[in-house]
């Protein structure tokens, strides 16, 4: 293929270097002669191990060469990429004037060009920016519609400095964000022989999934310098814990707490969250991460309350009380807390939830549920379709598979809020979902 870079920093003089060793023909962009120079010259702008190899062979077959004429480039090439910086902020912004400016030179020129272009976004971009920048300028300075006379894609790189040559050659996944079929398809096909799967979004989509990851490879290091700082505190070597965490890919290093939804209850969760940064009090041990963990699990109780707040209705079918389906463990249940608040706003509740119905006449927690919570298991009724239909909102508070239904198609005239994953797209219609 065809390719024009723009911006030879980091990311540019890598993919330059990367795609042209893999036979495409490249071209690369930059502002800066010096840099221009050293690429022409198949040295490396920056330093990463194993790039100006590839540069080198670049330029001497053929297939990669650097100029300033961004006009050039882009009627040369069938495909942009784009990875300019994007700095921070004092503010914790983007700076996107380097992405403005590139966008306005690649619209300019396409707006003469017969080729159909693909404009591909390299650069690491919050979700919005290409809907809100990026197409914008694109379509004004071309006079063309984005998706039809030109296409536009996002392709986040997941490229570590040091590594950056492995990186490309061996990903654990390749996104492509696409506004068109078309677009998605040329990218897919650059990438092809790479043993990775290809994955295939919606723009905002793909530009999330670059932050996620980012944000929690950031997580996980800020997590075990906690940890390793609390154990430390108490003579252990953290990096003994860690390595032990590390080698549970059932649970800890796994999908399994990775799913987006309602906050966490049960015997274990909350109290050993409360007394590991209890004990790292007493120790003078900073922590402010894990320290937030139990005011985001708040926090989170209180957005379910406000979605079913928000719409203005007063009867409300709670499905679900314990704090997951097949038990009927109450202890710290998020849904009880949820329930309270509801009672305590003057909501008309009905609970249904056929263990903790159970439990009130026979288990083991027939206690707790009489002594701790009289005034919401009152509210407990053995009858679903009976709840169901003298409500207006029904909440679907835990992952019990009788429950699915509701969210897949909503009773007429109800509202359904999904607070653990039922469905199976975004929030549309009379369906809505804590996190999507």
């Not at 784009?82 to 004092?90: D, E, L, M, N, Y």
């Not at 912004?93 to 272009?117: A, F």
């Not at 071309?142 to 061996?170: H, M, W």
């Not at 905002?204 to 944000?215: D, G, L, P, R, S």
């Amino acid at each position: 293929m065809r390719i024009s870079i723009f911006g030879l920093g980091y990311v540019g003089a890598v993919c330059a270097g990367c795609l042209s060793s893999r036979g495409h023909e490249v071209i690369g962009v930059d502002i800066s002669a010096a840099k221009i120079d050293l690429i022409n010259k198949g040295k490396s702008p920056i330093v990463e191990p194993g790039l100006e190899v590839l540069l080198e062979k670049g330029i001497h077959s053929g297939l990669l060469r650097g100029t300033t004429d961004f006009a050039a480039a882009v009627r040369d090439s069938e495909m942009s990429f784009i990875c300019v910086g994007t700095p921070s902020k004092k503010n914790g912004d983007l700076e996107l004037n380097y992405i403005e400016s590139v966008c306005r030179e690649i619209g300019l020129v396409l707006r003469d060009k017969t080729e159909r272009h693909t404009v591909v976004v390299r650069s690491t971009v919050l979700p919005g920016t290409v809907k809100d920048v990026v197409i914008p300028i694109l379509e004004d300075c071309s006079g063309k519609k984005a998706g039809v006379d030109f296409g536009v894609a996002v392709n986040p790189e997941f490229l570590r400095e040091s590594t950056a040559i492995k990186d490309y050659d061996q990903p654990p996944m390749t996104v492509i964000g696409q506004l068109d079929t078309q677009s998605g398809d040329i990218l897919e096909e650059l990438y092809r022989e790479l043993d990775a799967p290809i994955i295939r979004k919606d723009i905002a989509v793909a530009e999330m999934i670059k932050y996620t990851c980012n944000v929690w490879h950031a997580a996980k290091v800020t997590f075990a310098n906690e940890i390793g700082n609390i154990a430390k505190a108490v003579g252990v070597d953290g990096r003994e814990v860690m390595d032990v965490v590390c080698q549970d890919k059932t649970l800890n290093l796994s999908q399994y707490y990775m799913r987006p939804g309602f906050a966490f209850g049960g015997s274990c969760l909350p109290k050993d969250v409360r007394a590991l940064t209890y004990r790292a009090s007493q120790l003078d041990v900073e922590h402010p991460m894990l320290g937030s963990i139990m005011r985001s699990n708040v926090a989170q109780v209180q957005n379910a309350f406000n979605i079913i707040a928000s719409h203005d209705k007063r009867k409300v079918a709670l499905l679900g009380l314990s704090f997951k389906a097949g038990t009927d463990d109450l202890r710290e249940s998020p849904l009880v807390e949820l329930a309270e608040m509801l009672i305590g706003k003057g909501f008309d509740l009905s609970i249904y939830d056929s263990n903790v119905e159970y439990a009130r006449v026979y288990g083991a927690n027939k206690d707790y549920i009489e002594s701790k919570i009289p005034h919401v298991s009152s509210l407990l009724n053995s009858d679903l379709a009976q709840v169901i239909a003298n409500s207006d909102i029904i909440v679907l508070g835990n992952r019990d598979e009788q429950f699915r239904v509701l969210a897949q198609q909503a009773p007429e005239g109800k509202r359904v809020v999904d607070l653990v994953g039922f469905m199976a797209h975004a929030s549309s219609g009379a369906s809505e979902g804590i996190c999507w």
